[in-house]
């Protein structure tokens, strides 16, 4: 087993001791990663599955990926980035500043890369996770989930898929190896991912076949090449990508309004996709079939200005009858239409609310969280705690994504309350921490109270938003600062907590027995703490 320069957990009997497990390395993980080092924490290391940081940047390398929030938004508030070409960066772009950023902050030797975690289990007698992985076993105080929504590759439940002889692959696990110039290629899926693949590859092609199930909504894309006077002020004009940062943020969260409070206002922006499809598609028959059946934002808003011009051109048919079957050599339509094809692209999004992560981390009962969302449905408390999963932390948890803005937002957030939590298990000499139901079930219920005003909620659709009963247990339903305002500091009043000195057993940690055992009485009484009553 290889193990990072700095590593300084403890091994009994071939299993690591640490104080905190990270799984996985993306914005999530890797920012874990430099505010714990920056918290002073050096007893903790980052589990990752791939050969690099980055996550879902790493792994989604096809053609025109590319981010659909302004590039000085979706970055690291403490890391900006003078060097972005582009309004809206490109993959590779934002690959390598991940990169740049792990390297900066000095953080690549706390991660042991290729390290699938296979399991966690909770041992309520000793306290502790016990993490198998197929770099060797752990036993660690903490364990932080950072292994992101959009990891999981979902694929589609087709007659006959598995017995395709040509090329066939996801759209998070291109094949470059596959050269597609000349073929015919069937694309799956017209959601994010499929509408930037489908201008990238439809010149290239001898004819494409785009598999659309819903319409979705597309609006214009304002992106354009930086010239270099604004390269200048991003260097040395002091403030100014400050400056656009803000103004980008504030743009974004003017959205909330018409998403998470009022649909009607919405409108505006249905009428400017509308104007869209309308300049960009002439053919009638075309025009109908893009034509989106729910209100605009229900699913995520698309943006392009070369995926309508794509779909109209003569090598390329956008099919809406419906995959019946897939044979050896092509996709046949519920109409019987038989279309040969040498690859399939398949662009269907990912597992979210049913990640098969979930099926490996076992809770305080011994139920999976994959069994627990199944029964309840994915609920967390601030996206950061799930009750029956003491000492368990989470990075982009339930209800904190979001349909407008920056994820990274919402991840700094939540490092800020990680960190915070950590340095009060330290602080008062807590053992065992777990989140309590009923903050979790009040916390619950006021977030579907305010989702079932959303457009999501209400706009007519289908989505990966929504879970199978229905909640819509993925967004956050405000404005991103409300959120950053919530998770400012750790509310260990809607916690049960355990002093490490009150806990059954004695428990040695990397061959230290920890600190101070008295909980301060006043840590419940302290109003400003009592965020979740
Ligand atoms: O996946 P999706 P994605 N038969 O789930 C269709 C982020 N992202 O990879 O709408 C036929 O959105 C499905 O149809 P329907 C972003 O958050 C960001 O594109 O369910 N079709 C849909 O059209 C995004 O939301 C960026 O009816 C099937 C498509 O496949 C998230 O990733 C870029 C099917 C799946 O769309 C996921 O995007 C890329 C089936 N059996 C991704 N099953 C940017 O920043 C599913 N579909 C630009």
Not at 88 to 108: G, H, L, M, N
Not at 294 to 309: A, V
Not at 389 to 415: R, W, Y
Request: aromatic share 10%; hydrophobic share 40%.
């Amino acid at each position: 087993m290889s193990l990072p320069v700095t590593d300084t957990s403890a091994t009994t009997a071939g299993v690591r001791h640490i104080d905190t497990l990270i799984i996985g390395s993306g914005f999530a993980g890797l920012g874990a990663a430099i505010k714990l080092t920056q918290a002073g924490k050096t007893d903790f290391l980052v589990l990752e599955r791939g050969t690099d940081v980055g996550g879902t940047w790493r792994d989604n390398t096809y053609p025109g990926a590319a981010c659909d929030v302004p590039s000085h938004l979706y970055s690291y508030s403490f890391a900006l980035n003078p060097e972005w070409t582009r309004s809206f960066s490109t993959q590779p772009e934002i690959q390598k500043y991940i990169q740049s950023v792990a390297d900066k902050y000095k953080v690549r030797d706390k991660h042991l890369f290729g390290c699938d975690v296979q399991s966690a289990h909770w041992n309520e007698s000793t306290t502790r996770w016990e993490v198998t992985t197929t770099k060797g076993n752990f036993v660690a105080k903490v364990l932080v989930s950072a292994v992101g929504a959009l990891c999981e590759p979902s694929l589609p439940d087709i007659k006959g898929i598995e017995g395709f002889q040509g090329e066939i692959f996801h759209s998070a696990r291109w094949n470059h190896d596959a050269d597609l110039t000349g073929k015919r290629v069937a694309v799956i899926g017209t959601g994010a991912s499929a509408i930037q693949i489908v201008p990238a590859i439809g010149k290239k092609v001898s004819h494409l076949d785009v598999y659309q199930r819903t319409a979705p909504w597309i609006l214009p894309r304002a992106d354009r090449e930086y010239t270099k006077l604004e390269h200048a002020a991003f260097k040395y004009l002091p403030g100014f990508q400050k400056l656009c940062r803000t103004g980008i943020y504030w743009m974004r969260e003017s959205q909330v309004v018409g998403l998470a409070k009022a649909p009607v206002f919405m409108k505006p922006l249905q009428l400017a996709a509308e104007r869209h499809l309308r300049r960009q598609i002439k053919d009638k028959d075309l025009r109908k079939k893009v034509t989106p059946n729910f209100q605009i934002g229900c699913k995520r808003m698309l943006i392009s200005n070369n995926y309508y011009p794509t779909l109209a051109q003569d090598n390329v048919d956008l099919v809406t009858d419906g995959i019946a079957e897939v044979t050896a050599d092509s996709v046949v339509s519920k109409d019987g239409t038989v279309r040969e094809v040498d690859a399939i692209v398949v662009a269907t999004g990912f597992h979210v609310t049913d990640s098969p992560t979930f099926e490996g981390i076992f809770g305080k009962d011994g139920r999976s969280l994959a069994d627990v969302f199944d029964e309840g449905g994915q609920q967390g408390y601030k996206g950061a705690a799930i009750a029956n999963f003491p000492n368990m932390f989470f990075l982009v948890g339930p209800n904190t994504g979001l349909g407008h803005t920056s994820m990274v937002f919402m991840i700094e957030s939540q490092l800020n309350y990680l960190v915070d939590a950590l340095q009060t298990l330290d602080k008062y000499g807590i053992g065992k921490i777990e989140v309590r139901q009923d903050a979790q079930d009040r916390y619950n219920a006021e977030l579907q109270e305010k989702l079932s005003h959303s457009v999501w909620n209400n706009g007519g659709c289908a989505s990966w938003y929504l879970d199978k009963h229905g909640n819509n247990t993925t967004l956050w339903p405000g404005f991103t600062f409300q959120f950053r305002n919530e998770t400012k500091r750790f509310d260990l009043t809607a916690y049960d907590s355990v002093a490490t000195a009150d806990l059954p057993a004695p428990v040695h940690v990397n061959g230290k027995t920890p600190g101070p055992a008295a909980i301060p009485a006043q840590i419940a009484l302290d109003d400003d703490k009592v965020t979740a009553q």
